[in-house]
């Protein structure tokens, strides 16, 4: 039996580590080219702080759950994504299906992620947190995270949430 380490050890050795990030941004209205897509470099600002974050590759799909799947699926058996960032989907809509295309391939949810969203959305927001079907999970490996298409929304469960713990998400993945 080994030695028990500390999450505050966890989080030393997480920090040595690089992790390599893939974006798919599901919005029917940016492939139609109506508005910009303003999470790409949005995300590369908030990575720009943070060292050993990289952003690997982008994707624009349809709220389409075949596209979606096929994206989400390409992503996650490189070997260039450690994890998959997915933008859309989240709400109630009948175009809002990236949360149960997500669902399909999650061996394991991290429920935390999508409870701290909502109350940090509550927060700030007010009680229409409770329309966010936000969602994290492992898949074999890998993690997805499922954000709220919004920018402001994005920004928020970036820089609060995933930022702060994805090293040490993938370290305990990798090492644990």
């Known amino acids: 039996m080994g030695i028990r380490l500390s999450y505050k050890h966890h989080k030393e050795e997480a920090e040595k580590i690089h992790v390599n990030i893939c974006l798919l941004i599901t919005s029917d209205s940016i492939v139609r080219g109506m508005k910009k897509d303003e999470i790409t470099p949005l995300f590369k600002q908030l990575i720009g702080k943070v060292k050993g974050i990289e952003l690997r590759s982008t994707k624009v799909v349809p709220n389409d759950p075949g596209l979606i799947a096929k994206t989400l699926s390409a992503f996650l ?35 935390g992620y999508g409870e701290l969203l909502r109350y940090l959305t509550y927060i700030k927001h007010g009680t229409i947190a409770i329309a966010s079907r936000a969602l994290a999970c492992v898949s074999h490996d890998k993690l997805i995270f499922i954000t709220p298409g919004s920018p402001d929304a994005f920004k928020l469960a970036v820089s609060e949430l995933i930022l702060p713990e994805i090293k040490h998400l993938i370290y305990m993945l990798r090492y644990h």
């Open 77 to 111: 058996s490189s070997a260039f994504c450690d994890s998959v960032i997915v933008t859309g989907g989240t709400g109630i809509s009948k175009r809002d299906v990236s949360v149960d295309v997500v669902k399909e391939l999650c061996s394991k949810e991290l429920p």
